[in-house]
Nanobody, 124 residues
Framework: QVQLVESGGGLVQAGGSLRLSCAAS????????MGWFRQAPGKERECAAT????????YYADSVKGRFTISRDNANNTLYLQMNSLKPEDTAVYYC?????????????????WGQGTQVTVSS
């Protein structure tokens, strides 16, 4: 089992940047594919970005491609999401997630472990 705690959310103006972090504890962090999901008010939780166990493979949703970068530090059990050129439509609660199968899973129900979420608000 792994425990996940997100940090780094906040309020930012459109065009600005934020860096989210997710600290993991419990079982070996490098055993898990990791991902960032987000949920806007009234909408389904969607997959924003995922990364493989080694960090060598990544996936990005079209809506964030070219603006967001997912990365991980297995030595320090931490996942990151660098968000640049933020838009008001990026406003959501961002969740860190882990699964022991594959970074290619996109459906939230296929991911086993979740953090509590961190709010990101982008003003226009």
């Amino acid at each position: 089992q792994v425990q996940l705690v997100e940090s780094g959310g906040g309020l930012v103006q459109a065009g600005g940047s934020l860096r989210l972090s997710c600290a993991a504890s419990g079982r070996t962090f490098s055993s898990y594919a990791m991902g960032w999901f987000r949920q806007a008010p009234g909408k389904e939780r969607e997959c924003a970005a995922t990364i493989s166990r080694s960090g060598g493979n990544t996936y990005y949703a079209d809506s964030v491609k070219g603006r967001f970068t997912i990365s991980r530090d297995n030595a320090n059990n931490t996942l990151y999401l660098q968000m640049n050129s933020l838009k008001p439509e990026d406003t959501a609660v961002y969740y860190c997630a882990a699964n022991g199968v594959s970074f290619s899973l996109r459906n939230q129900y296929q991911w086993n472990y979740w953090g509590q979420g961190t709010q990101v608000t982008v003003s226009s």
